[in-house]
């Protein structure tokens, strides 16, 4: 208590020499027990009293509000004041706060009058019922341990998140009679599909019980590294695709059967025109599904879906258009449009010879969406030597599981103008630290495949 009176002291002394004056009657304490607007805050209780008096005054208006038929602007705002202070201690109170507030949003004039609808008399009615058992005293600090589970929903699909695990639910695919539901039905069923599946671990956890190993979790965790992201974002692309067909002729998405397939395949024929290894690729997304959630395969048996295929591999044939290889003099042609002071061309230059003699994807040198330390390039994995320069590569499409570095050898082309050396050079000189993302740009981003990929349009084009 001693230093507590101190502080005031000092609180207030210093208060006064910075000119502010002290309204006296306002100052209490120190004290375990004090008023603070208009709320009684113990602190050897952990409790927050709302006064007696104050309680009856604030049941007494509640009541006069539900005799009304018409109320003031003026009026309304000044019972939403007084609710939303009581809901420092009415614990769900904003729920039914929200519209009493809706209803005065639209209004100019604070004398106006509005009339008091349903909706507004039944918020009206909680209040009072909560009131009549609400013995006004409510704990503002709660021991059990916190518990973080989130979820969300759209028009096309909802899903949570707990401790590590998550779900997703495509409602046409998944629930297909909640497709066309209000938003606020699906936010509910996420919830509930939520509650379904992490509910006796959350009760545990707040009860105080001891967490279990959870293994579900940790099968949830390990399949979602199952394939590797650019396989996931094809997976996606094929799976928009099927759902959209399912969505404009009213099919079920899973499980379906042999006809639908057969009706997709004629679809991507004659809707969107698809190449025959394509179609090959975007039907095994409806094997993917089936067996994800253990049903039988329509595809893999079926003799008239491998005729039906056989049909179209005749219609459509099996030529793919090729796309013009990049050659030397394609690249001695870019080079002469390149300003090699500019930095960003320097990092573009370096790219292209990095990719074409090394003989790359462009996953393997560029970034693709942020940049990752574990994936991507940096001024460290590149290795000067008398004969060249060494790339050290951590994952590529042939080795996605981390067994060991690729070593990649660019070659020293003394004085020739594709040297890839000169130009990787060129990027070391630029200003940047050992961890830092090998193409970088000049105002730190790092070189992307989508820019380098206009960069190169625009190089060809010039």
């Known amino acids: 208590m001693f230093n507590c009176n101190r502080g005031l002291h000092l609180l207030i002394?210093?208060?006064?020499?910075l000119g502010y004056n002290i309204n006296w009657s306002k100052v209490e304490g120190p004290a375990q027990r004090i008023t603070f607007l208009g709320i009684i805050?113990?602190?050897?209780?952990?409790?927050?009293?709302?006064?007696?008096?104050?309680?009856?005054?604030?049941?007494?208006?509640?009541?006069?509000?539900?005799?009304?038929?018409?109320?003031?602007?003026?009026?309304?705002?000044?019972?939403?004041?007084?609710?939303?202070?009581?809901?420092?201690?009415?614990?769900?109170?904003?729920?039914?706060?929200?519209?009493?507030?809706?209803?005065i949003s639209?209004?100019?004039?604070?004398?106006?009058?509005?009339?008091?609808?349903?909706?507004?008399?039944?918020?009206?009615?909680?209040?009072?019922?909560?009131?009549?058992?609400?013995?006004?005293?409510?704990?503002?600090?709660d021991f059990k341990p916190i518990t973080s589970l989130q979820t969300d929903a759209s028009s096309l699909g909802g899903g949570g998140y707990y401790n590590g695990d998550y779900f997703y639910v495509n409602w046409a695919i998944d629930f297909p009679a909640f497709r066309k539901e209000h938003i606020n039905i699906k936010e509910t069923l996420a919830v509930v599909?939520?509650?379904?599946?992490?509910?006796?671990?959350?009760?545990?956890?707040?009860?105080?019980?001891?967490?279990?190993?959870?293994?579900?979790?940790?099968?949830?965790?390990?399949?979602?590294?199952?394939?590797?992201?650019?396989?996931?974002?094809?997976?996606?692309?094929?799976l928009k695709t099927y759902v959209q067909f399912c969505e404009e002729?009213?099919?079920?998405?899973?499980?379906?059967?042999?006809?639908?397939?057969?009706?997709?395949?004629?679809?991507?024929?004659?809707?969107?025109?698809?190449?025959?290894?394509?179609?090959?690729?975007?039907?095994?997304?409806?094997?993917?599904?089936?067996?994800?959630?253990?049903?039988?395969?329509?595809?893999?048996?079926?003799?008239?879906?491998?005729?039906?295929?056989?049909?179209?591999?005749?219609?459509?044939?099996?030529n793919q258009s090729c796309k013009a290889p990049v050659t030397p003099e394609l690249l001695l042609s870019m080079k002469k449009v390149l300003d090699m002071s500019n930095h960003n061309n320097i990092v573009f230059w370096a790219a292209c010879l990095t990719g074409f003699f090394g003989f790359l994807r462009p996953n393997n040198f560029l970034v693709k969406g942020t940049f990752n330390p574990e994936f991507n390039l940096r001024r460290i994995d590149v290795l000067p030597c008398s004969w060249g320069m060494l790339l050290r590569l951590k994952v590529i499409k042939t080795l996605q599981f981390r067994s060991k570095p690729i070593e990649v050898v660019l070659p020293h082309l003394y004085n020739h103008p594709l040297c890839p050396v000169a130009a990787m050079s060129k990027?070391?000189?630029?200003?940047?630290?050992?961890?830092?993302?090998?193409?970088?740009?000049?105002?730190?981003?790092?070189?992307?495949?989508?820019?380098?990929?206009?960069?190169?349009?625009?190089?060809?084009?010039?």
């Open 41 to 103: 805050i113990d602190t050897r209780e952990l409790t927050l009293t709302m006064p007696p008096e104050k309680q009856s005054d604030f049941y007494n208006l509640l009541l006069s509000f539900q005799k009304r038929k018409r109320a003031s602007i003026k009026q309304i705002q000044s019972l939403c004041g007084k609710l939303n202070w009581a809901c420092q201690m009415v614990k769900g109170g904003r729920t039914f706060l929200r519209r009493l507030i809706n209803s």
């Open 249 to 318: 002729y009213e099919f079920k998405a899973v499980p379906c059967d042999e006809k639908t397939v057969e009706f997709y395949v004629a679809y991507l024929v004659d809707k969107k025109h698809f190449a025959y290894s394509s179609i090959r690729s975007y039907i095994n997304i409806i094997s993917i599904l089936h067996k994800m959630h253990n049903l039988q395969d329509p595809i893999s048996n079926s003799w008239n879906i491998k005729h039906l295929l056989t049909g179209v591999k005749r219609e459509l044939g099996t």
């Open 193 to 238: 599909l939520s509650v379904l599946r992490w509910g006796p671990l959350v009760a545990k956890s707040n009860y105080g019980a001891s967490r279990p190993l959870d293994l579900e979790i940790t099968v949830g965790r390990l399949k979602t590294k199952g394939w590797a992201e650019s396989t996931s974002g094809t997976y996606r692309t094929h």
């Open 427 to 462: 990027v070391l000189a630029l200003v940047g630290e050992p961890l830092d993302p090998l193409f970088r740009l000049s105002d730190t981003s790092c070189l992307t495949y989508t820019v380098f990929l206009n960069a190169f349009r625009f190089t060809l084009h010039n």
């Open 13 to 17: 002394r210093t208060l006064r020499e």
């Open 106 to 141: 639209s209004a100019q004039n604070r004398n106006d009058k509005v009339l008091l609808n349903s909706e507004f008399k039944a918020d009206i009615s909680w209040w009072l019922n909560f009131m009549s058992v609400f013995n006004g005293t409510v704990k503002f600090i």
